[in-house]
């Protein structure tokens, strides 16, 4: 707060803030053009100030050339002893927030900020549909409702399960996703039977031609 009034004196009018800014934080500030945020992937780092992809992959995650090393499997060791081997133990979920949006809008935000780096045309189009379509409910003053097609429909673009994040003070335990760096996706149905030849599947879904399939929790998939 007392960083966005210095801004203001020196005759900025817009602040971006840092990704791990709480909703508390946002509401405190005044008579300044807010940007936040909204949706998208989290940085395991304090905004900025990221130098690990920089002593890893010689690449500046603050210069806009992320190596992403948080996106890899580490071991943890506490005082010698392994408490856990080869998870994603940096690796965030991605950030979601279209059910917070009238919060965002009473709390003087202007600005959402919807994440499109390295992602495809489908992906920016779907997401962005659905958040206008949040703030038009709001401003109409119906309710929005995420139903289970809106949501999958913004799960199959991309996703690496959800959470609120610190902006919605996420529990800690809900943030990582420990399991897998890689696209989600949508539940499409459960293994039934394995043979030496085939997979039999139960689907509760629609499959469609050259839909992409990836086994949950393992590296194997095809299209």
């Known amino acids: 707060v007392a960083g966005a009034k210095k801004l203001m004196e020196l ?7 840092a990704r791990e800014t709480p909703i508390d934080v946002i509401k405190n500030l005044k ?13 395991f780092a304090y905004s900025g100030n990221c130098l690990m992809s920089y002593i890893i992959g010689k690449r500046s995650g603050n210069r806009g050339s992320c190596a992403q090393p948080c996106r890899r499997k580490y071991s943890l060791s506490i005082m010698g002893e392994k408490v856990c ?3 994603s133990i940096l690796s965030m979920k ?15 935000v202007s600005s959402l900020k919807i994440e499109g ?5 489908e992906y920016v189009y ?19 409702i995420l139903n289970n097609q809106n949501l999958n429909e913004i799960k199959v673009v991309f996703n690496r399960e959800f959470t609120k994040g610190y902006l919605f003070k996420e529990k800690n335990s ?3 996703n420990k399991k897998s760096v890689n696209h989600q996706g949508i539940e499409i149905g459960k293994i039934e039977k394995i043979t030496n030849k085939d997979i039999y599947i139960k689907l509760n879904d629609v ?17």
């Open 11 to 17: 005759g900025v009018k817009r602040v971006v803030l």
């Open 31 to 43: 008579n300044i053009e807010i940007e936040v945020f909204c949706h998208g992937a989290l940085c």
């Open 85 to 87: 081997n080869e998870s």
């Open 94 to 108: 991605d950030l979601m927030t279209i059910e917070n949006i009238p919060e965002l809008i009473e709390s003087n």
């Open 117 to 121: 780096r390295m992602k495809s045309p």
């Open 126 to 144: 779907t997401i962005v549909k659905h958040y206008r379509n949040a703030i038009d409910k709001y401003y109409s003053k119906q309710k929005f």
């Open 174 to 176: 809900l943030i990582v």
């Open 207 to 223: 499959l469609n031609y050259k839909d992409g399939i990836r086994f949950k929790n393992t590296e194997i998939g095809f299209n």
